[in-house]
């Protein structure tokens, strides 16, 4: 079964930066997506950022393109989220899972994806 770990998140000011760590652990094969999600309170879980796990063009919703960019280093089993010009709005716990699936279907679908780990929170405020 596929385990994720997140790490990284933190206390910011609007406009600063933070990176974001995901160690995951599990047969995964270069098919699989990864995919970096967020949930702020009372809010549905969103997707933010996904990639394919063996390369390719990346997917982020308009709320971030620009901002967050997606990477991932497949010797270390680690995927990265880098993340500039934080706004309050980007508060968030952050997670990160993988699945099989189309790119964009990843983060667009993300109450289909079954894999969590425990999230990190990402606060962004004055």
């Known amino acids: 079964q596929l385990q994720f770990a997140e790490s990284g998140g933190g206390f910011v000011q609007p406009g600063g930066s933070l990176r974001l760590s995901c160690r995951f652990s599990g047969t995964m094969s270069d098919h699989y997506v990864l995919g970096w999600f967020r949930q702020a309170p009372g809010k549905e879980r969103e997707g933010v950022a996904c990639?394919?796990?063996?390369?390719?063009?990346?997917w982020y919703p308009d709320s971030v393109k620009g901002r967050f960019t997606i990477s991932n280093d497949n010797t270390k089993n680690m995927v990265f989220l880098q993340m500039a010009n934080l706004k309050a709005e980007d508060t968030a716990v952050y997670y990160c899972?993988?699945?099989?699936?189309?790119?964009?279907?990843?983060?667009?679908?993300?109450?289909?994806?079954?894999?969590w780990g425990r999230g990190t929170q990402v606060t962004v405020s004055s």
């Open positions: 899972t993988a699945d099989i699936t189309t790119v964009s279907a990843m983060c667009m679908l993300p109450t289909m994806r079954e894999n």
């Open positions: 990639i394919s796990k063996g390369g390719g063009r990346p």
